[in-house]
Antibody, heavy 118, light 107 residues
Framework: QVQLVQSGAEVKKPGASVNVSCKASGYTFTSYGISWVRQAPGQGLEWMGW????????NYAQNLQGRVTMTTDTSTSTAYMELRSLRSDDTAVYYC???????????WGQGTMVTVSS | DIQMTQSPSSVSASVGDRVTITCRASQGISTWLAWYQQKPGKAPKLLIY???SLQSGVPSRFSGSGSGTDFTLTISSLQPEDFATYYC?????????FGQGTKVEIK
């Protein structure tokens, strides 16, 4: 079946980096984009950015520019999100989601909890 | 950036009630709008895309309408499994943005 499976929970210290993976299966990976969305504890959804799995084009949220990098590996149908210079307010569940091509996210990963704490 | 404002922030309703949630965009977004349902500890689920298109597998009691700046999500007859938080999201232009969410609670 169509699914996105994310890597496991991470605990990081302030200033460190985290890399979250998102492995796709059940569909042609390069036919869709992938967005990353995060949700801080008890808060709403925040769109972080989008990457085309076809050509690697990206678009990032302004508030994360310079700290976030999204990439894909088409040989393994995996998307990656790296966030650098972590701060305590980066503590959140991070989701990858498939873009249905109309900017709607029809398939979601299970989420990866990233905790930033000294 | 396009700001998405949902109202109300929360609503208390009973099983069988008709529930309407509103989403307003700070500028026109045509019909580039999606609605999601999220239950605690779970990933969001796509309900409606392109403002009024029902995602495959979603019950027909969910419907969406609107264009430009004003949109609504309607649940025609609330079921026990519908108690959740609902989000709108615009995809007219980057950065894509979500509304703050509307929690549908049991009355």
């Amino acid at each position: 079946q169509v699914q996105l499976v994310q890597s496991g929970a991470e605990v990081k210290k302030p200033g460190a980096s985290v890399n979250v993976s998102c492995k796709a299966s059940g569909y042609t990976f390069t036919s869709y984009g992938i967005s990353w969305v995060r949700q801080a504890p008890g808060q709403g959804l925040e769109w972080m950015g989008w990457i085309s799995a076809y050509n690697g084009n990206t678009n990032y949220a302004q508030n994360l520019q310079g700290r976030v990098t999204m990439t894909t590996d088409t040989s393994t149908s995996t998307a990656y999100m790296e966030l650098r210079s972590l701060r305590s307010d980066d503590t959140a569940v991070y989701y990858c989601a498939r873009d249905k091509t109309l900017g709607a996210f029809d398939i979601w990963g299970q989420g990866t909890m990233v905790t930033v704490s000294s | 950036d396009i700001q998405m404002t949902q109202s109300p922030s929360s609503v208390s309703a009973s099983v069988g009630d008709r529930v309407t949630i509103t989403c307003r965009a700070s500028q026109g977004i045509s019909t580039w709008l999606a609605w999601y349902q999220q239950k605690p500890g779970k990933a969001p689920k796509l309900l409606i895309y392109a403002a009024s298109s029902l995602q495959s597998g979603v019950p027909s009691r969910f419907s969406g309408s609107g264009s430009g700046t004003d949109f609504t999500l309607t649940i025609s007859s609330l079921q026990p499994e519908d108690f959740a938080t609902y989000y709108c999201q615009q995809a007219n232009s980057f950065p894509w943005t979500f509304g703050q969410g509307t929690k549908v609670e049991i009355k």
